[in-house]
Nanobody
Framework: QVQLVESGGGLVQAGGSLRLSCAASGRTFSTYTMGWFRQAPGKERDFVAAISWSGGYTYYAKSVKGRFAISRDNAKNTVYLQMNSLKPEDTAVYYC???????????????????WGQGTQVTVSS
């Protein structure tokens, strides 16, 4: 079992930055591929980014590539999402998720993930 708790969301102006954190319980955090997803009101949950268990490989949605950066600290059982150059269309609830699937191929599929956090709201004003 893995429990995930996101933090760091908030209100920011367009062009600003935020860093989201996702703290995981359990001693097996380093075995999980971690992902970030987001869901805007009335829309489906969309993939944002994923990172391999070692942190050596990352994968991004086209809409955030070059602006967002995912990272992890296995010693702290935490995964991060640094979000720069934020746009109003980035407004959503952001969720972190964990899966034992090692391959990043397919990590953009929400159904692959076994554990989810409760989400943190990010609002970008224009």
């Amino acid at each position: 079992q893995v429990q995930l708790v996101e933090s760091g969301g908030g209100l920011v102006q367009a062009g600003g930055s935020l860093r989201l954190s996702c703290a995981a319980s359990g001693r097996t955090f380093s075995t999980y591929t971690m992902g970030w997803f987001r869901q805007a009101p009335g829309k489906e949950r969309d993939f944002v980014a994923a990172i391999s268990w070692s942190g050596g490989y990352t994968y991004y949605a086209k809409s955030v590539k070059g602006r967002f950066a995912i990272s992890r600290d296995n010693a702290k059982n935490t995964v991060y999402l640094q979000m720069n150059s934020l746009k109003p269309e980035d407004t959503a609830v952001y969720y972190c998720a964990a899966t034992l699937h090692r391959a990043l191929l397919g990590s953009d599929y929400a159904g692959r993930y076994d554990y989810w956090g409760q989400g943190t709201q990010v609002t970008v004003s224009s």
